[in-house]
C-alpha cells in the first residue's frame, strides 16, 4: 500500500544526544515537510523540501537538522541544542506543482527525554 | 493577525449535526484545509476548498466559506461516536505553498 512510514513509533533521547526520526514515502510526492505538534496546539512548521537536495528552513528550525539525499527519504536530527525536544513528530508528504496538491501525513513519532 | 483561529472544543450528541469554525488571515486566493487527528495518530485530510468557492459538499462533511469574513466552517450531519476527534483547518499561505494550521477543535460525541 501507498503511504507514509515514521519510525520509530516512539523515541526517548538522553541528555546531550542527537537523535535521528525517520520518513519514508512509496507515494513518488516531491514534496516532504516535517513538523512539530505541542499539546493543545496546532502544528508547527520545521524544515520542509521540494525537491531533492534542496530544503528550507520552516519557523522553528533551530535545533533541528535535516537531508533530503533521496526523494522517499527525508529524515529529522533532533540535535542536543534543541532544549526541549519533548513533542509528537509529524512528517508530510505532496505533489509539487505550483497548484493545489494536499499534504497527507505519516502517524507520527512521539518524542521525550529521559 | 498571523493566526488561524478555532475555538477549543465542542460536544455534541450522537445524530446531531456538528459545526466547527475557523478564522483565517491571508485575503488573496488561497486553498483551505480541514484535517481529522484521532488520538496518538497522524492527520487525516477531509476535504479542502478554494476561496473563490462558497461552499463544498462530500457525502456527511459540508464546508461553508465567507470570504469576506473570512470565515470557514465545517458541517459534519448525523454526527457519530466515531467522528470524536481533533480537528484542524489550515490555510495555504505564500508563495512556497506552506500551511499555517489553527490549533484545533476537540470535538466529543456523546451517545
Known amino acids: 500500500d501507498g503511504g507514509i512510514t515514521q519510525s520509530p513509533k516512539y523515541l526517548f533521547r538522553k541528555e546531550g544526544q542527537n537523535v535521528t526520526l525517520s520518513c519514508e514515502q512509496n507515494l513518488n510526492h516531491d514534496a516532504m515537510y516535517w513538523y512539530r505538534q505541542d499539546p493543545g496546539q496546532g ?3 520545521i524544515y520542509y523540501s521540494h525537491i531533492v537536495n534542496d530544503f528550507q528552513k520552516g519557523d522553528i528550525a533551530e535545533g533541528y537538522s535535516v537531508s533530503r539525499e533521496k526523494k522517499e527519504s527525508f529524515p529529522l536530527t533532533v540535535t542536543s541544542a534543541q532544549k526541549n525536544p519533548t513533542a509528537f513528530y509529524l ?6 506543482d505550483g497548484r493545489n496538491q494536499p499534504q497527507h501525513f505519516g502517524d507520527g513519532t512521539r518524542l521525550s527525554i529521559l | 493577525g498571523e493566526d488561524v483561529e478555532q475555538s477549543l472544543f465542542l460536544s ?3 445524530g446531531d449535526s456538528s459545526v466547527i469554525n ?3 488571515t491571508d485575503s488573496s486566493s488561497t486553498y483551505l484545509y480541514w484535517y481529522k487527528q484521532e488520538p496518538g495518530a497522524g492527520l487525516q485530510l477531509l476535504t479542502y ?11 456527511r462533511l459540508t464546508v461553508l466559506l465567507n470570504k469576506k469574513d473570512k470565515h470557514l466552517s465545517l458541517r459534519i450531519a448525523d454526527t457519530q461516536t466515531g467522528d470524536s476527534a481533533i480537528y484542524f483547518c489550515a490555510e495555504r499561505r505564500g508563495s512556497q505553498g506552506n500551511l499555517i494550521f489553527g490549533k484545533g477543535t476537540k470535538l466529543s460525541v456523546k451517545p
Request: glycine share 0%; aromatic share 12%.
Open chain 2, 12 to 14: 455534541v450528541r450522537e
Open chain 1, 91 to 96: 512528517c508530510a508528504s505532496s505533489l509539487w
Open chain 1, 43 to 45: 502544528l508547527r512548521l
Open chain 2, 22 to 24: 475557523c478564522t483565517y
Open chain 2, 49 to 59: 476548498i478554494f476561496s473563490n468557492m462558497d461552499m463544498k459538499q462530500d457525502q
